[in-house]
């Protein structure tokens, strides 16, 4: 499978006079395969948004390089600029011109035929508001016509930045239908979001970042099995009896007030097997398996701990607040 | 080509423009009726009365330059000493006036063409002068500042072509109306110095005359929108442009030009954009030389000069600088 996205290496710092130096991305690696509905996950302020920006020739670089549909980024980008379509961040509208006047003077600039606003608005659920002025609309109102404009071009790739932004329940859904025909179709999605049960249901593909580095990256289903503990949850009469059985058996058991959680369980027969032995049958056996939540918080570090306040994302260098020694341990990849 | 449509239809749906366009129209229709309501057509009387006076006031004039003469060379009957002349008899030698007493100079209450058009043309290129530069800072700011850059820029990634097609457009668009103001102005006013005034004295000089004004001022007009479209850009605000402008007459126009006089600079008007301004619209502008009255005894009235060549230079280099900077740093600039 060929790459439509290809990142080496980028970096980009921020410098202002108020708040100094940032790094905003520090050495981030990303590639995206044809096809693929790639989930881009990261804690607020891990440097998404501004990779996307460095991709789409918004924000300069200060170094790696980068490749668009074949293209090197940003030096040959308007040679593809047609074939990719994206919304950044909760892009902003002009609020005077209404949600079509907006659609039909890219369509304009871009040399698509303007008949494909219609559509577009019909695809986003916006046929009935299109001439109203965008001032007008509301938050997930804006996010349709962003996500409109995205689609205005028939793009190859999708580049969609936190399109689920402000979208009601049924908005969402919506989103991730024509995620999925779209996909259907052959058009490579990539897509940021925090609600990170969406991205396991619609993405194949995912890559998390944390403090402008890669932390993981591959199939969602292979991200998944690497932090599988292959755990069982087991519900029984006597749990303290069959946690020593269990141990005696030679797995690890936790014991919580009405189950017990096993680990290790390479065969779940064998918890049977060591309980049923001794007269001690099995009301409920499950396996837990990892999701996308649990294996984001623990790679990125986001996981509850006890009394330390939660931060943003601090940056690869400049940590806002240094975490006291000890509990700061359990924390992500620290540059 | 397809950016330029865009950008024209951009141009003409911003709310913006067509109030400035309303206003413009709204100034016009107010001059025009209230010159409408105060003119007639001179009756064939008043303009032998009108004709009468202009030739008796050179008549007298004529006569005041000759008992000037006749003064100087000792000719002058007694009695008539007490009149005042200058020492200087070609001052009033009505040969080396200006302009002479004309027939039209007599019709009160008369609208006549070829006396006000060039005042009316002034007043028209000022108007598109404060359009452009509202017009060409509006036009960019609003669009950095609501994301519509950044939503084109997705499209066609190239900065420098997307900025020039702004610019180009907006220039086209400006150069478009103001000729168009010009000529239904113009013609208007002719049509009623034709209808309900006098028409005047309308030579090819008049015309030739007229013609240069208006170019000159469609110079001013583009010079003033390029302004304007640099300084928002620079600062990815309207309020930037108008800031700067509002700072600059403020600080420079007024408060320089205090300081300068105070400390004695000389030819404080040199550092005025006003005065370049002035200069290229008239062609040649005079100033009171302070420095050289300095050291003179008595009255003096040593002047120097500001013309349109250097005038030109000076307001070009301006604007081209500024323009040059506002796509340097467009082209460098991180879009959030
Ligand atoms: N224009 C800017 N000037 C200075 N720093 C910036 C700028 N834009 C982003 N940053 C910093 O870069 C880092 C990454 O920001 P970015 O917007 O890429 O995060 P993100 O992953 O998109 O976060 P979120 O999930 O909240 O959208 C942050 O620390 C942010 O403060
Ligand atoms: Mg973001």
């Given at each position: 499978?060929s790459?439509?996205?290809?990142?080496?290496?980028?970096?980009k710092?921020?410098?202002?006079?108020r708040?100094?130096r940032?790094?905003?991305v520090?050495?981030?690696?990303?590639?995206?395969?044809?096809?693929?509905?790639?989930?881009?996950?990261?804690?607020n302020g891990?440097?998404?948004?501004t990779?996307?920006?460095?991709l789409l020739?918004?924000v300069?670089?200060?170094?790696?390089w980068?490749n668009?549909?074949g293209?090197p980024s940003p030096t040959?980008?308007s040679?593809?600029?047609?074939?990719?379509?994206?919304i950044?961040?909760?892009?902003?509208?002009f609020g005077?011109?209404?949600?079509?006047?907006?659609?039909?003077l890219?369509?304009?600039?871009?040399?698509?035929?303007?008949?494909?606003v219609?559509e577009?608005?019909a695809?986003v659920?916006?046929?009935?508001?299109?001439?109203?002025?965008?001032k007008?609309?509301?938050?997930g109102?804006?996010q349709r016509l962003?996500?409109?404009?995205?689609?205005?071009?028939n793009?190859e790739l999708?580049?969609l930045?936190?399109?689920?932004?402000?979208?009601?329940?049924a908005?969402?859904?919506?989103?991730r239908d024509?995620?999925?025909s779209?996909?259907d179709?052959?058009v490579t999605?990539?897509?940021s979001s925090?609600?990170?049960?969406?991205?396991?249901?619609i993405?194949d593909h995912?890559t998390?970042?944390?403090r402008?580095?890669r932390?993981a990256?591959?199939?969602v289903?292979?991200v998944?099995?690497g932090?599988d503990?292959?755990?069982?949850l087991?519900r029984?009469?006597e749990?303290?009896r069959?946690?020593e059985?269990?141990?005696?058996?030679?797995?690890p058991?936790?014991?919580?007030?009405?189950?017990?959680v096993?680990?290790?369980?390479?065969?779940?027969?064998?918890?049977?097997?060591?309980?049923?032995?001794q007269?001690?049958?099995?009301?409920?056996?499950?396996a837990?398996?990892p999701d996308l939540?649990?294996?984001?918080?623990e790679?990125?570090?986001?996981?509850?701990q006890?009394?330390?306040?939660?931060?943003?994302d601090p940056?690869?260098?400049?940590?806002?607040?240094e975490?006291?020694?000890?509990?700061?341990?359990g924390r992500?990849?620290?540059? | 080509?397809?950016?330029v449509?865009?950008?024209?239809e951009?141009?003409?749906?911003?709310r913006?423009?067509?109030?400035?366009?309303?206003?413009?129209?709204?100034?016009?229709?107010?001059?025009a009726?209230?010159?409408?309501a105060?003119?007639?057509?001179?009756?064939a009387?008043?303009l032998v009365e009108a004709?009468?006076?202009?030739?008796?006031?050179?008549?007298?004039?004529?006569?005041?330059?000759?008992?000037?003469?006749?003064r100087?060379?000792?000719?002058l009957p007694?009695?008539?000493?007490?009149?005042?002349?200058?020492?200087?008899?070609g001052?009033?030698?009505p040969?080396?006036?200006?302009?002479?007493?004309?027939a039209?100079?007599?019709?009160?209450?008369?609208f006549?063409?070829s006396?006000?058009a060039?005042?009316?043309?002034?007043f028209?290129?000022a108007?598109?002068v404060?359009?452009?530069?509202l017009?060409?800072a509006?036009?960019?700011?609003?669009d950095?500042?609501?994301?519509?850059v950044?939503?084109?820029?997705?499209?066609?990634p190239r900065?420098?072509t997307?900025l020039?097609?702004?610019?180009?457009?907006?220039?086209?668009?400006?150069?478009?109306l103001?000729?168009l103001?010009?000529?239904?102005?113009?013609?208007?006013?002719?049509?009623?110095?034709q209808?309900a005034?006098f028409?005047g004295h309308?030579?090819?000089?008049?015309w030739?005359?007229?013609?240069?004004?208006?170019g000159?001022?469609?110079?001013?007009v583009?010079l003033?929108t390029?302004?304007g479209?640099?300084?928002?850009?620079?600062?990815?605000?309207?309020s930037?442009?108008?800031?700067t402008?509002?700072?600059?007459?403020v600080?420079w126009?007024?408060?320089?030009r205090?300081v300068?006089?105070?400390?004695?600079?000389?030819?404080?008007?040199r550092?005025?954009?006003?005065?370049h301004?002035?200069a290229?619209?008239s062609?040649?502008?005079e100033?009171?030389?302070?420095?050289?009255?300095a050291?003179?005894?008595?009255?003096c009235?040593?002047?120097y000069?500001?013309?349109?060549?250097?005038?030109?230079a000076?307001?070009?280099g301006?604007?081209g600088v500024?323009?040059?900077?506002?796509f340097?740093?467009?082209?460098?600039r991180?879009?959030i």
């Open positions: 499978m790459a439509v996205i290809e990142i080496e290496g980028l970096r710092t921020f410098n202002s006079v708040n100094g940032r790094v905003a520090d050495g981030f690696d990303l590639t995206v395969g044809a096809g693929e509905v790639h989930g881009f996950l990261g804690p891990s440097g998404k948004t990779t996307l920006r460095a020739g918004l300069r670089a200060d170094g790696g980068m668009v549909l293209a040959h980008l040679q593809v600029a047609g074939r990719v379509g994206a950044v961040e909760s892009p902003q509208f005077n011109f209404t949600g079509y006047r907006t659609l039909r890219l369509a304009l600039a871009g040399g698509v035929p303007v008949s494909r219609d577009v608005l695809q659920g916006l046929q009935d508001r299109g001439d109203e002025r965008v007008g609309y509301s938050l109102m804006k962003a996500v409109a404009s995205a689609l205005l071009k793009p999708l580049i930045d936190e399109p689920a932004n402000g979208l009601d329940p908005g969402i859904r919506e989103m024509l995620m999925r779209l996909a179709g052959g999605v990539l897509i925090h609600i990170l049960a969406e991205i396991q249901l993405c995912v998390i970042i944390s402008g580095r932390v990256a591959g199939r289903d292979e998944l099995a932090f503990q292959h755990e069982f087991v029984v009469a749990p303290e069959a946690a059985l269990l141990r005696a058996g030679g797995l058991v936790d014991v919580h007030p009405d189950h017990l096993v680990g290790q369980v390479g065969d779940p027969t064998t918890i049977s097997r060591l309980l049923g032995e007269g001690l049958w099995v009301r409920e056996l499950t837990l398996r939540e649990s294996v984001f918080l790679l990125t570090g986001e996981g509850p006890p009394q330390v306040p939660r931060q943003v940056g690869p260098h400049d940590r806002v607040i975490l006291d020694a000890g509990v700061g341990e992500g990849d620290d540059a | 080509m397809k950016l449509r865009a950008e024209l951009r141009l003409g749906a911003r913006f423009v067509q109030l400035m366009i309303v206003l413009l129209v709204l100034a016009f229709g107010a001059t009726s209230t010159t409408l105060g003119s007639h057509r001179p009756t009387a008043e004709r009468t006076q202009a030739a008796e006031s050179r008549r007298q004039m004529d006569d005041v330059y000759q008992r000037c003469v006749d100087v060379n000792g000719n007694p009695g008539a000493e007490e009149e005042y002349f200058p020492a200087d008899c001052e009033v030698d040969v080396r006036q200006e302009r002479l007493p004309v039209t100079d007599f019709l009160p209450g008369v006549v063409f006396q006000q060039e005042s009316l043309l002034y028209l290129i108007f598109l404060l359009f452009g530069f017009v060409g509006s036009y960019i700011g609003a950095l500042n609501s994301g519509g950044v939503n084109l820029l997705l499209w066609r900065r420098m997307v020039g097609a702004k610019l180009g457009t907006l220039l086209g668009g400006v150069l478009g103001s000729l103001a010009s000529v239904v102005y113009l013609a208007t006013f002719w049509v009623i110095g209808a005034g028409p309308l030579d090819g000089a008049f030739r005359d007229l013609g240069a004004v208006h000159r001022g469609l110079v001013l583009l003033a390029v302004l479209f640099a300084l928002a850009t620079l600062g990815r605000h309207t930037a442009a108008l800031g402008a509002a700072a600059y007459l600080v126009e007024l408060g320089a205090l300068m006089e105070i400390v004695d600079a000389t030819h404080p008007e550092f005025m954009l006003s005065s301004v002035g290229w619209l062609g040649r502008v100033f009171w030389d302070a420095s050289a009255c050291t003179a005894a008595g009255f009235d040593r002047v000069a500001l013309t349109w060549q250097p005038a030109l000076v307001l070009i301006l604007t500024l323009a040059g900077a506002a340097l740093v467009f082209r460098r991180d879009l």
